[in-house]
């Protein structure tokens, strides 16, 4: 049994992110996906809550025919303690998947192997992209996301809040 762990803030999930589980399913027997920066909601970067999010992902993940798990990960102010942190909130995983640079950092000083999936796209596919466009009223980021992402973004007027978080405060 191969557990492999992937982790990301998905603010929000996209396809680039699908097509990265739909390689990893092909190396492992479950996924466990880490949602990182749980804490964190109503802000620019990070504008949907751990809950929101996971309802926007678990409907995606059951196309990929794994186990998969779902398990928020908050922040920790310390950086060197964050690997425990996380073994401490997941089942136990061989191997992390990840591109972010602090990420691949820690678990490699903690001796887990890291694998660094390809970008898929990513002038298009991208959290960051994807946000800007909301922001512009460009509705063609519903083409970069799993159907079940449109339609928790769409229940919870999320586009709306990014829009009201992100004006400034004029009082
Ligand atoms: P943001 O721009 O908000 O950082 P993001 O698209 O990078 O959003 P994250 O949640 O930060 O999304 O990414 C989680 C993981 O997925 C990271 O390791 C990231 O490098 C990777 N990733 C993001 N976009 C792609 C993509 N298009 N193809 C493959 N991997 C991707
Ligand atoms: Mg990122």
């Given at each position: 049994?191969?557990?492999?762990?992937?982790?990301?803030?998905?603010?929000?999930?996209?396809?680039?992110?699908?097509?990265?589980?739909?390689?990893?399913?092909?190396?492992?027997?479950?996924?466990?996906?880490?949602?990182?920066?749980?804490?964190?909601?109503?802000?620019?970067?990070?504008?949907?809550?751990?809950?929101?999010?996971?309802?926007?992902?678990?409907?995606?993940?059951?196309?990929?025919?794994?186990?998969?798990?779902?398990?928020?990960?908050?922040?920790?102010?310390?950086?060197?303690?964050?690997?425990?942190?996380?073994?401490?909130?997941?089942?136990?995983?061989?191997?992390?998947?990840?591109?972010?640079?602090?990420?691949?950092?820690?678990?490699?000083?903690?001796?887990?192997?890291?694998?660094?999936?390809?970008?898929?796209?990513?002038?298009?596919?991208?959290?960051?992209?994807?946000?800007r466009m909301m922001l512009a009223g460009d509705e063609n980021w519903k083409r970069l996301v799993p159907f079940s992402v449109v339609s928790v973004?769409?229940?919870?007027?999320?586009?709306?809040?990014?829009?009201?978080?992100?004006?400034?405060?004029?009082?």
């Amino acid at each position: 049994m191969k557990r492999g762990l992937y982790i990301g803030r998905f603010q929000p999930y996209h396809l680039g992110h699908q097509a990265v589980l739909q390689k990893i399913v092909e190396e492992v027997d479950e996924i466990v996906v880490g949602l990182g920066s749980a804490q964190a909601s109503h802000t620019i970067e990070n504008p949907f809550t751990a809950g929101e999010r996971i309802s926007m992902i678990w409907p995606a993940l059951k196309c990929l025919d794994v186990a998969c798990y779902v398990i928020p990960l908050e922040d920790m102010a310390r950086n060197a303690v964050w690997v425990s942190h996380v073994k401490a909130m997941t089942p136990k995983f061989e191997v992390v998947y990840s591109n972010n640079p602090l990420v691949v950092q820690l678990f490699a000083e903690a001796g887990v192997e890291v694998r660094r999936p390809p970008m898929y796209r990513r002038e298009v596919y991208s959290g960051t992209a994807i946000r800007r466009m909301m922001l512009a009223g460009d509705e063609n980021w519903k083409r970069l996301v799993p159907f079940s992402v449109v339609s928790v973004i769409e229940e919870i007027d999320g586009v709306e809040r990014l829009k009201n978080v992100s004006s400034g405060d004029e009082g």
